[in-house]
């Protein structure tokens, strides 16, 4: 899934079933960056074509994606001369193989255990993602957003915290599963950086999605009212939410029981768990629809 390092606590559970730890948290996790929109160039087909995917296969179709590490593998002293490669550089620079920089750096560069639980529980489910508009939240390397994109949906639009993310590792990798264009087509997609909060502004007002995807984001409590409230305004009446989360967050102090808790006191959504999966740190899968 990774091959970048990650900061764990003392306890005996794997590495990978952590969550991300924050290297300050005196910092609170996804502070207000307006959303911008991007579009694909040049430079995204470049990094597509050179970087050598990682695949991740399902019963009936074969996803592609990038992280930053296959990215960063391909990448020169001579390609820093583009902006968004020397900013990209300097993102994996600072981020040093941590999991999160709060505010700076919230996690996109890896593709985390809950993008691959999320599209293995919508494979299973064989929800019909036909005509769908569909948005995927905090999306990294967008596996989710790309599988529906394969199964149909009508339009897919993906949001990272970073940029950098947005720019060297999701779009390139919505790109990388162009070979089969008749299942999954990139003009279908819009893409967007930036926080939560300034989402809503930055997607067209007459837009909102049948369907809401997100993985490992309720990490930061700071961070969940934000998450819950941009879902209000971006879902559809008759919309559903699938949210992929650890039960807990070591150090950041986001839990599934928390978000929840948030969900049924804010009474806008119902909120269900619809598959646990049973490991050290156990992890769910939850849907919310309006109530
Ligand atoms: C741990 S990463 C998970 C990435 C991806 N979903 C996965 O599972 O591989 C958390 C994601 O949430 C997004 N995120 C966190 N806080 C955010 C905020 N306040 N506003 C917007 N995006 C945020 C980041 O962009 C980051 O990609």
């Known amino acids: 899934m990774s091959d970048f390092k990650f900061n ?4 005996d559970s794997s590495p990978q079933d952590k969550g991300p730890i924050a290297t300050d948290q005196c910092l609170t996790s996804g502070a207000s960056v307006s959303c911008r929109t991007h579009t694909v160039g040049p430079l995204h087909k470049n990094l597509a074509s050179l970087a050598t995917p990682l695949s991740y296969p399902l019963q009936d179709i074969e996803l592609k994606y990038l992280t930053a590490a296959c990215v960063e593998a391909i990448i020169d002293e001579s390609n820093q001369s583009h902006e968004a490669i020397a900013d990209f550089k300097a993102l994996l620079s600072t981020s040093d193989g941590t999991d999160l920089i709060p505010s700076v750096y919230e996690g996109g560069l890896v593709a985390w255990e809950g993008a691959f639980d999320l599209v293995s529980y919508l494979s299973e489910s064989q929800f019909d993602f036909t005509g769908m508009d569909v948005l995927e939240l905090g999306c990294g390397s967008g596996l989710p957003a790309i599988y529906t994109l394969m199964k149909g949906a009508r339009a897919v639009s993906l949001q990272d915290y970073n ?3 947005i720019n060297c590792v999701t779009i390139p990798s919505v790109l990388c599963n162009q070979r089969n264009l008749s299942l999954c087509n990139p003009s279908l997609c819009n893409f967007y950086s930036g926080s939560w909060d300034t989402l809503r502004e930055a997607v067209p007002q007459s837009v909102k999605f049948d369907v809401i995807l997100t993985s490992e984001t309720i ?3 700071s ?7 941009a879902m209000k305004s971006l879902l559809k009446l008759n919309g559903t939410i699938f949210v992929a989360a650890k039960s807990y967050y070591f150090g950041v102090g986001g839990s599934s029981a928390e978000f929840q808790e948030m969900v049924s006191t804010d009474e806008h959504f ?4 619809v598959k646990t999966l049973t490991c050290s740190v156990p992890r769910v899968i939850m849907t919310l629809k309006p109530r």
């Open 8 to 11: 764990f606590s003392d306890d």
């Open 163 to 165: 940029y950098e993310v």
């Open 219 to 221: 990490y930061s409590e």
């Open 223 to 229: 961070s969940q009212t934000m998450l819950l409230s």
């Open 270 to 273: 119902s909120c269900e768990i």
